[in-house]
């Protein structure tokens, strides 16, 4: 089993920055990937970003694509995500996520490990 920790949420104003970290332990040699989804009240879980641990490629929804990054840190089996120039529709829990195989990256339910969730709040 693989256990996923997040933190860094919180209220900001839009066009502020948040920084959400997720930090992983237990049997981590066997995830390929990790990433995040996010949900907002009355809406289906959505695929944010995800990065494969050993190459590094990153993937992204549309929506963030140049204002979020995800990166990664091996060595603390840690992975981040850099949110810039949030805007009040990137209101949701932020969930951290790991899988085992790299097919569907962007499938919720094709994700072996959740994280709690951590909420992020982008006031307008």
């Known amino acids: 089993q693989v256990q996923l920790v997040e933190s860094g949420g919180g209220l900001v104003q839009a066009g502020g920055s948040l920084r959400l970290s997720c930090a992983a332990s237990?049997?981590?040699?066997?995830?390929?990937?990790m990433g995040w989804f996010r949900q907002a009240p009355g809406k289906e879980r959505e695929f944010v970003a995800s990065?494969?641990?050993?190459?590094?490629?990153?993937y992204y929804t549309d929506s963030v694509k140049g204002r979020f990054t995800i990166s990664r840190d091996n060595a603390k089996n840690s992975v981040y995500l850099q949110m810039n120039s949030l805007k009040p529709e990137d209101t949701a829990v932020y969930y951290c996520v790991g899988k085992t195989n790299p097919q569907r990256l962007w499938r919720a339910d094709d994700y072996d490990y959740w994280g709690q969730g951590t909420q992020v709040t982008v006031s307008s």
């Open positions: 990065v494969s641990l050993r190459v590094g490629n990153t």
């Open positions: 237990g049997r981590t040699f066997s995830v390929y990937a």
